[in-house]
C-alpha cells in the first residue's frame, strides 16, 4: 500500500517544469508602476464668477463642446478657410510637429519590441588545430535559429519602459493638436488684422485726400492775404499728420501680407485677401458703418473647470505625467534581478559544403541571472530620480491647469468687454462725425474758427481710427475664446 503512494522520480521533471514556467508567468505580470491618479485640477472650480449653474449646465446639454466644432463652422468666410487650408497643408510648424510623432511612434516599436524574443538567422564556421596529438587541422559549421538574450519581464521593467513610450506617444500626438490649433486661431487673427489695416489704410488716404483739398484752399487763402500763417501752418500739420498715418497703415498691410504668407507657405493669392475697403465712401459716418465687418458667432461656455481638460496642451502635460510614472516602475524594477534566456537550433557539420546535406540536428538553450549585489547607490539615485520627474511632471501639470484657467478667463473677460468697447467706439466716431459736419457749417457761416473745424477733423480721426481698432480687438477676442478652450481642431484622418 505505501508503494503505490510513491511518485516515480521521471514523472516529477515534467510536474516542476509546469510549476516554474507558471510561477514565471505570475511573476512576470507583477508591475512595480504606482497605480496613475489624476491630480485634481489646481485652480476654482468656476471658469467665470457666481453665475447661475443651472443655466450654463443647460446651455451646455444643448449645445456641442467648443473643442468639438469644427473651425470651417466657425469661420464662414471663404477666403479664410482657403487660407486655413492651405495653411494646415503647407506650415512647416505642424509638419515638424507629425514628424515629431512618427520618431516617437518609432521609438515606442523599438521599446515594444522588447517584450518579445528576437529570433535570428545564424551561420557559422570554425577552423582551428586539435587540442589533441597530431593536432590537425578541424572545421566545424552550424547553421539556424538563434535567440540572443530575452529578458523574463518578471518585474514589469520592460513593460514599463512601454508604457512610458507610449505615453510620449499620445503626448506627441497632442502637442500635434496644439500647433494645429494655434495655427488655424494665427491665420485668422493675422486675416482680420489685415482686414483692420486695410480700413486703416483706406481711412488714411481718405483723410489725407480731404485735408490736402482743404489746405489748397487755405493756401489761396494765404496767399490773397486772407488768412494768416498761423492758420496755414496747423492745416499743413493736419496734412503731414494724415501722410504719416497713411505711411504707417501702407507698413502694416505689407507685414500682415508677409505674416499671412509665412503661415500659408507660400505666396497668397489676391482673391484669398480680406476684401478691399470701399474709397468711394466720402461721408464719414457711412464710413464709420461701412467698417464693421460680420461678427463671429457667441460659443456656448459653461462654468465648470473639466472645460480645461479638453485643451491639448493640459492633456500633453498629463501624457508626459503619465510617462514619468511609469519610469517610477521600471527606474524600482532595476533593484531586482534580471534573467535572461538564450537559445538555438540548427544543424551542424565538420565542413561549410556538407552543413545542409549531412550536418546534424543541434541545439542550444542557457539562461543567466543578473542581481545587483553592490552599485554605490546607483539604483536607489534611480528610483529617487524617477520620482522627483514624477513630482516636476505633476508641478508642470498643474501649472498648465493654472495657465489654461487664465488664458480661457481673460479671454472671456476680453469677449465681454471689447463687445462693449467697440459699440461705444462706434458711438463716439458717429458723434465725431455729426460734431464735424456741425464745425464746417458754423466755420462756412463764419461763426467757428479754423481752429474748431481743425480740432474736429482731428477728433473724427481719431475716432474713426479707434472704432476699427475696436472692432479689430472684439474679433481677436472671440478667436481668442475659441482658441483657448481647444476649439479649431479637426482630425485629417
Known amino acids: 500500500m505505501a508503494e503505490t503512494m510513491k511518485t516515480p522520480r521521471p514523472m516529477l521533471r515534467p510536474a516542476m517544469t509546469a510549476v516554474t514556467l507558471a510561477a514565471l508567468l505570475m511573476l512576470q505580470a507583477c508591475s512595480l508602476t504606482p497605480t496613475y491618479q489624476r491630480p485634481e485640477l489646481a485652480v476654482p472650480q468656476?471658469?467665470?464668477?457666481?453665475?447661475?449653474?443651472?443655466?450654463?449646465?443647460?446651455?451646455?446639454?444643448?449645445?456641442?463642446?467648443?473643442?468639438?466644432?469644427?473651425?470651417?463652422?466657425y469661420f464662414p468666410d471663404a477666403r479664410l478657410q482657403s487660407l486655413v487650408c492651405e495653411a494646415l497643408a503647407n506650415n512647416r510648424d505642424l509638419r515638424v510637429a507629425i514628424l515629431n510623432i512618427e520618431q516617437l511612434r518609432a521609438v515606442y516599436q523599438i521599446q515594444r519590441a522588447d517584450l518579445f524574443p528576437t529570433v535570428n538567422a545564424s551561420l557559422s564556421g570554425t577552423r582551428q588545430p586539435s587540442t589533441v596529438s597530431p593536432y590537425r587541422l578541424g572545421t566545424t559549421a552550424t547553421g539556424g535559429l538563434a535567440i540572443p538574450a530575452f529578458e523574463l519581464d518578471i518585474f514589469g521593467r520592460v513593460q514599463a519602459l512601454s508604457d512610458a513610450a507610449a505615453a510620449q506617444v499620445l503626448a506627441s500626438?497632442?502637442?500635434?493638436?496644439?500647433?494645429?490649433?494655434?495655427?488655424?486661431?494665427?491665420?485668422?487673427?493675422?486675416?482680420?488684422?489685415?482686414?483692420?489695416?486695410?480700413w486703416q489704410l483706406a481711412l488714411a488716404e481718405q483723410t489725407l485726400a480731404t485735408r490736402l483739398d482743404s489746405f489748397k484752399l487755405q493756401q489761396l487763402k494765404f496767399d490773397n492775404g486772407v488768412l494768416?500763417?498761423?492758420?496755414?501752418?496747423?492745416?499743413?500739420?493736419?496734412?503731414?499728420?494724415?501722410?504719416?498715418?497713411?505711411?504707417?497703415?501702407?507698413?502694416?498691410?505689407?507685414?500682415?501680407?508677409?505674416?499671412?504668407?509665412?503661415?500659408?507657405g507660400k505666396p497668397v493669392p489676391a482673391e484669398w485677401l480680406p476684401p478691399q475697403a470701399d474709397l468711394a465712401l466720402k461721408d464719414p459716418a457711412q464710413f464709420v458703418q461701412a467698417s464693421l465687418w460680420p461678427g463671429l458667432s457667441e460659443l456656448p461656455v459653461g462654468l465648470s473647470s473639466d472645460v480645461l481638460l479638453q485643451r491639448p496642451d493640459v492633456a500633453q502635460a498629463e501624457q508626459l505625467l503619465v510617462s514619468a510614472n511609469a519610469n517610477i516602475g521600471?527606474?524600482?524594477?532595476?533593484?531586482f534581478p534580471r534573467i535572461a534566456l538564450t537559445g538555438s537550433?540548427?544543424?551542424a557539420?565538420?565542413?561549410?559544403?556538407?552543413?545542409?546535406?549531412?550536418?546534424?540536428?543541434?541545439?542550444?538553450?542557457?539562461?543567466?541571472?543578473?542581481?545587483?549585489?553592490?552599485?554605490?547607490?546607483?539604483?536607489?539615485?534611480?528610483?529617487?530620480?524617477a520620482v522627483v520627474k514624477r513630482d516636476i511632471a505633476i508641478a508642470q501639470y498643474d501649472k498648465a491647469v493654472q495657465s489654461a484657467f487664465r488664458e480661457v478667463a481673460d479671454a472671456l473677460v476680453a469677449r465681454r468687454t471689447y463687445a462693449d468697447q467697440a459699440e461705444a467706439q462706434l458711438a463716439q466716431a458717429q458723434a465725431e462725425a455729426a460734431r464735424l459736419k456741425l464745425s464746417t457749417l458754423r466755420y462756412d457761416n463764419g461763426v467757428a474758427s479754423q481752429l474748431d473745424l481743425l480740432d474736429a477733423q482731428r477728433a473724427l480721426f481719431t475716432a474713426q481710427q479707434a472704432h476699427?481698432?475696436?472692432?479689430?480687438?472684439?474679433?481677436l477676442a472671440h478667436?481668442?475664446?475659441?482658441?483657448?478652450?481647444?476649439?479649431?481642431?479637426?482630425?485629417?484622418r
Not at 174 to 186: F, G, K
Not at 233 to 261: F, G, I
Not at 330 to 335: G, L, V, Y
Request: net charge neutral; glycine share 8%.
Open 46 to 73: 468656476a471658469l467665470a464668477g457666481a453665475e447661475a449653474a443651472s443655466a450654463a449646465s443647460a446651455s451646455a446639454a444643448s449645445t456641442p463642446a467648443v473643442a468639438e466644432l469644427p473651425w470651417r463652422n
Open 173 to 198: 500626438e497632442e502637442a500635434r493638436r496644439s500647433v494645429h490649433i494655434s495655427l488655424v486661431a494665427s491665420v485668422a487673427t493675422t486675416y482680420y488684422t489685415l482686414w483692420a489695416d486695410r
Open 228 to 264: 494768416n500763417e498761423l492758420d496755414l501752418r496747423s492745416a499743413q500739420s493736419t496734412v503731414e499728420a494724415a501722410r504719416v498715418a497713411r505711411a504707417q497703415a501702407q507698413r502694416a498691410v505689407a507685414q500682415d501680407v508677409q505674416a499671412l504668407a509665412l503661415l500659408v
Open 330 to 335: 521600471a527606474a524600482r524594477a532595476a533593484r
Open 345 to 347: 537550433a540548427g544543424v
Open 349 to 385: 557539420s565538420n565542413s561549410l559544403s556538407g552543413l545542409f546535406d549531412d550536418g546534424r540536428f543541434a541545439w542550444s538553450f542557457g539562461g543567466s541571472l543578473l542581481a545587483p549585489i553592490f552599485d554605490a547607490g546607483r539604483t536607489a539615485a534611480g528610483v529617487d530620480s
Open 468 to 475: 476699427i481698432t475696436a472692432q479689430l480687438s472684439r474679433q
Open 479 to 492: 478667436i481668442g475664446v475659441y482658441k483657448a478652450l481647444g476649439g479649431g481642431w479637426v482630425d485629417p
